[in-house]
């Protein structure tokens, strides 16, 4: 059988010929969360968590790391893996990947593989990160892992090694397992933004969390819909700064998602879990639009020191010259509250280094604070090189 390369965001063909369009909004399947979720905050859901990324200071929390059923936002651990295996080199984009006959009945969202089929993993990711599609999601499980059961003790073993103490997976996909209910994919707010800033490393990854609709024919879709409104300009919800990541959604859980946005210097990841609705001034979109809004309005990234300009003199010890200019390995920022910027100041920080240095050679720190409170450290580098002292130009000073 053909198999086809994709690339995003160009027209996405797979296996078969066009028919009618299915808008993915549930990952289980139509339905709502009656009963199920509890809006225990008052707000109109669970718990909720707002990070700034590249600092990853904490700038709204509200039950954090109470574990809560995930629904689909477990599949960004699925395409983790997922991503981490063709890293390595244990699997690639057009691997051919054969759907077995469990795959093809796992219902909710999906995009209809049917049994026997062969699809490239390329295909298996967009349409997991994308349509949210519980089918490919576990058919790229059972390719990795062997079977859904040996996949999940690999997402419980990654999430250890990321330190998400309170998250468990069960499955690849997070559908609800009616023959055991308490068997069931479960993460905090902190752990899911902290997976979600992992998911969005993957650049590939990234293109598709903010795509809201592409071409994929297989014989029963001519397109697949990203359940994900922030990110849909056809949407009440939509936030045009925003750039993903994962929805979810089944009774258990409610509504749910990990989102992503940027605007200006900063960029924020928000989690809401256990909203009542989807839409409406209640849902998880609306208040996760809400969260990263507020965020962006209170907070603003400072640029004390840019990479390249000096900001401080290191001593040297045996050198032709007694300092030597150094340089933040990277802009040097800092997140600060807006109407706050004041007083921001950075300074070096370091020992004596001894000759020969070489330029870009880490010499210290940079350490950026404000009224004396630290805000930031960044890796200070030497802006020169500086030879060793010649052994009779010393004696010379004798």
Known sequence: MKLFRIAIPVALTVLGIAATPLFAQNEEGP???????????????SAAYVIETSTKQVLFAENEHQPLPTASMAKMMTLLITMEE????????????????????????????????????????IATMVQSANDAAQALAEQIGGSSESFSDMMNARAQEL?????????????PNPADPSRVNTMCPH?????????????????????????????TLEKIYNPNHLINPRKA????????????????????????????????????????TGGGPNGSFANAARLMNQAFIQNRMVVPAKQGTVVGQAPITGGRVATVPVTPA?????????GQEKGVTVAYQGSPVAA??????????????????????????AAEDVPKQQWWKWLCRF
Not at 115 to 120: A, L, R
Not at 330 to 338: E, G, I, P
């Open 330 to 338: 990277n802009d040097a920022t800092a997140l600060v509250k807006r």
């Open 163 to 175: 330190g998400l103490t309170h998250s468990h997976f069960y499955d690849p996909h997070g559908l």
């Open 86 to 125: 063709i890293k390595s080199g244990n699997l690639k984009y057009d691997t051919p990947v054969t759907v077995s006959a469990r795959a093809s009945k796992m219902g909710g969202s999906q995009i209809y593989l049917r049994p026997g089929s062969v699809w490239p993993v390329k295909n298996l990711i």
């Open 237 to 276: 919800n939509y936030m045009a700064d925003a750039t993903g990541i994962k929805t979810g959604f089944s009774v258990p859980a409610g509504y749910c998602v990990t989102a992503a946005a940027h605007r200006n210097n900063l960029d924020v990841v928000a989690v809401v879990m256990g909203a009542k």
């Open 356 to 381: 020969p240095v070489k330029k870009g050679q880490l010499v210290g720190t940079i350490v950026v604070q404000q009224n004396g409170k630290e805000l930031a450290k960044i890796p200070a580098l």
């Open 31 to 45: 339905g709502q969360a009656k009963g199920a979720a509890v809006d225990t905050t008052g707000k109109g859901y």
């Open 191 to 219: 752990d899911l933004a902290v997976l979600g800033l992992e998911v969005m490393k993957y650049p590939f990854l990234a293109s598709l969390a903010k795509v809201s609709e592409m071409p994929f024919r297989n014989g």
